[in-house]
């Protein structure tokens, strides 16, 4: 069904389908997916592996902006450098389709055995099994001199792009004397279904 949507050029409606609006969404996630903050201060880099490569290979300098208070990688950004790896193997080593899906992370089990003794390290993640929703991912975490740093036992679950929840009407602008007190207020609420 056609949405109207204002054409930035002279103010008119112009007809909008739902495929398009999607395909849109879609380009739209993927970009801000190339540009994620945490992603950047890491300074996580890959190259992008082919569709239906079973691997994927993320790259992180050793950099203060990861360590902890140890002066040494941080948990949390191993973890992340997994999880990138991870979602970017399952994406890219299934039929997965980025306008009718998206991938979360469903359960994460890391085990850190080492600090690095190089100036990079990196995650390999590799799919175990890859079942209609989800996918189970095996992932080693080394440095340049290949010194195991973490492994880790991964599952990422493919679920369909939901609609936005429409937002909630906010209480203080409904006006009391025309409210009807017996309506009931509906709040939106965050399932694991619909939250990125």
């Known amino acids: 069904m056609p949405e109207n949507t204002p054409d930035p050029a002279d103010g008119a409606a112009t007809s909008v389908t739902d495929d398009e609006a999607a395909a849109q969404a879609a380009i739209a996630r993927r ?9 950047e201060l ?8 082919n569709k239906g490569d079973q691997v994927a290979t993320i790259r992180m300098p050793v ?9 040494n990688l941080h948990g949390g950004a191993i973890a992340t450098m997994v999880d990138l790896a991870c979602a970017l193997v399952s994406a890219m080593g299934t039929d997965f389709d980025s306008e009718a899906e998206s991938i979360v992370t469903s359960d994460m089990h890391i085990r850190y055995l080492g600090t690095p003794r190089t100036a990079m390290v990196y ?11 989800l996918i189970v991912i095996g992932c080693e975490v080394r440095d340049e001199n290949e010194h195991l740093l973490a492994t880790a036992d991964v599952s990422m679950m493919r679920v369909a792009i939901r609609k936005p929840v429409p937002a909630a009407v906010d209480p203080a602008a409904v006006d009391p004397a025309t409210a009807d007190p017996a309506a009931p207020t509906e709040q939106p609420t965050e399932t694991p279904s619909t939250r990125d």
């Open 123 to 133: 995650a390999r993640a590799e799919i175990v099994r890859a079942g209609k929703t």
């Open 42 to 49: 890491l300074g996580l880099s890959w190259d992008r592996p």
């Open 31 to 39: 970009a801000a997916a190339d540009s994620i903050p945490l992603h």
């Open 63 to 71: 950099r203060p902006e990861a360590f902890g208070f140890t002066a």
